[in-house]
């Protein structure tokens, strides 16, 4: 079946830090690939996605490219802010289309 | 314009009573899916609806627990007699199409504590 694997955490970083938050994916056929992220509080919410394969989805600095030869999706941001402290997770869709698998969450500091 | 919203935000309950769960989807959104996110499982997909109908049941975790969809908009997810191991927050999402590349948009949660 599908599965996501990513890295655990915490991961603490200081600000103007690089990120990077591996993520490497199981899946049969050809699926899309997100990253989520679940802010303090609040709801998740779709951080960016890769619908097909060398596709790079990027929001708010961050960027993530869909490698099929290494089936990974890895998170990366050149300089993170302290705002960016959150747990992310990265999360397949299959071609049946509807549920979503997700890794199990990377919490992410960043202090100033 | 609105997200998509639940209630109760919180629920304590002692074993054994049966809960229910409301999701209000983003209007207009005809898909429509339940998780739940618990410490020990990381996020699980429980079921999925396309309009009223749900195609997927597979993730429901056992008898116990069903759902349903009417007027392709509400969905209550109910728990019978609940468990301390139902304790998790339940996580609702509508997206506007079923497609692999759907954007699911997500509530805040109910937090279900089974006492």
């Known amino acids: 079946g599908n599965s996501v694997t990513q890295m655990e955490g915490p991961v603490t970083l200081s600000e103007e830090a690089f990120l990077t938050i591996n993520c490497t994916y199981t899946?049969?056929?050809?699926?899309?690939l997100f990253w989520y992220v679940q802010y303090p509080g609040e709801g998740l919410q779709l951080l960016l996605k890769?619908?097909?394969?060398?596709d790079k989805g990027s929001n708010k600095g961050f960027e993530a490219t869909y490698r099929k030869e290494t089936t990974s999706f890895h998170l990366e941001k050149g300089s993170v802010q302290v705002s960016d402290s959150a747990v992310y997770f990265c999360?397949?869709?299959?071609?049946?289309?509807?549920?979503?698998?997700f890794g199990k969450g990377t919490s992410l500091l960043v202090t100033p | 314009g609105a997200g998509v919203s639940q209630s109760p935000s919180n629920k304590v309950t002692e074993k054994g009573k049966d809960v229910e769960l409301r999701c209000d989807p983003i209007?207009?959104?005809?898909?429509l899916y339940w998780y739940r996110q618990s410490l020990g499982q990381g996020l699980e997909f429980l079921i999925y609806?396309?309009?009223?109908?749900?195609?997927?049941k597979s993730g429901l975790p056992s008898d116990r627990f069903s759902a349903e969809r009417t007027g392709g908009s509400v969905s209550t997810l109910t728990i019978q007699r609940t468990q301390q191991e139902d304790s998790a927050v339940y996580l609702c999402?509508?997206?506007?199409?079923?497609?692999?590349?759907?954007?699911?948009?997500f509530g805040p949660g109910t937090r279900l504590t089974v006492l």
């Open positions: 999402a509508s997206s506007s199409t079923s497609g692999s590349d759907n954007e699911q948009f």
């Open positions: 899946a049969t056929g050809y699926p899309s």
């Open positions: 890769a619908t097909k394969a060398d």
């Open positions: 999360a397949l869709s299959s071609n049946s289309g509807y549920a979503l698998n």
């Open positions: 209007s207009g959104h005809t898909a």
């Open positions: 609806f396309q309009g009223n109908s749900a195609p997927d």
